[in-house]
């Protein structure tokens, strides 16, 4: 399959429910980058300027609280964002909603294991970057449909669904960074609109990367690399 297929079916996906998709662009985004931005207003310079002492010479309190709730709440509601379009790209479309990205904040083995899931690439991703950072950026593709195996296949750990992401992705890792860089336009003029155009550019690239992985999955079970995603 050509990525302009791909990307045509992200179209069709959302094809109709602009409005709905945006919305939850925006409350993704209002929990995440937004809060993660504003944290450092909640406290106090003294208080941020002492704190700092204790927790490191190298980074600010600012930075730490900001790495904090990216670490345990934001990449929590991103995965949960991800199982949104997971659902709403499939054949047989799964039901979803608005509580579907809080889904993993519904029961604590959830969340544990979506943390884990995070932290585990994160990690991972950070110790190949400290050793070269191509050998990292390369990895991190490697890494890309864990969240969707990890969805799919809840029976699996988080290492496993790493692990059979990076099996999944070999041979791919460059179709993937040919489908983000397609997007380098469209995110060009996202910014001259002072952001606005980011409420439709972030639904269209999730769905399109959400398709990826149904084909790539359908190609890995089928076992047909020649005929898919050429």
């Not at 099996?167 to 040919?178: N, P, T």
Request: proline fraction near 3%; glycine fraction near 4%.
């Amino acid at each position: 399959m050509y990525l302009d297929e791909i990307r045509s079916r992200a179209r069709d996906t959302l094809r109709g429910n602009w409005k709905k998709f945006i919305g939850y662009t925006i409350i993704v985004n209002l929990l995440t980058t937004l809060v993660e931005n504003r944290l450092s207003i909640y406290f106090p310079n003294p208080i941020k300027n002492e704190l700092t002492k204790y927790i490191s010479f190298f980074i600010s309190w600012d930075d730490y609280v900001t790495f904090i709730y990216s670490l345990f709440i934001s990449a929590i509601i991103t995965i949960g964002s991800t199982r949104l379009f997971t659902f709403a790209t499939k054949e047989d479309e799964q039901p979803y909603s608005l509580q579907t990205i809080f889904y993993y904040f519904t029961n604590l083995n959830l969340y544990l294991n979506a943390f884990l899931l995070n932290f585990l690439t994160y990690l991972y991703s950070t110790l190949w970057t400290l050793l070269l950072i191509v050998p990292g950026i390369i990895k991190s593709y490697s890494y890309r449909m864990a969240p969707y195996i990890f969805i799919e296949e809840p029976h699996l750990t988080p290492n496993d669904a790493i692990t059979k992401s990076r099996k999944m992705m070999d041979g791919y890792k460059w179709k993937l960074f040919c489908l983000d860089i397609s997007f380098i336009g469209w995110i060009l003029l996202c910014i001259l609109s002072i952001g606005i155009g980011f409420l439709w550019l972030f639904p269209y690239m999730s769905a399109s990367e959400a398709h990826f992985y149904h084909e790539l999955k359908g190609n890995s079970k089928n076992d047909t690399d020649a005929k898919v995603l050429v």
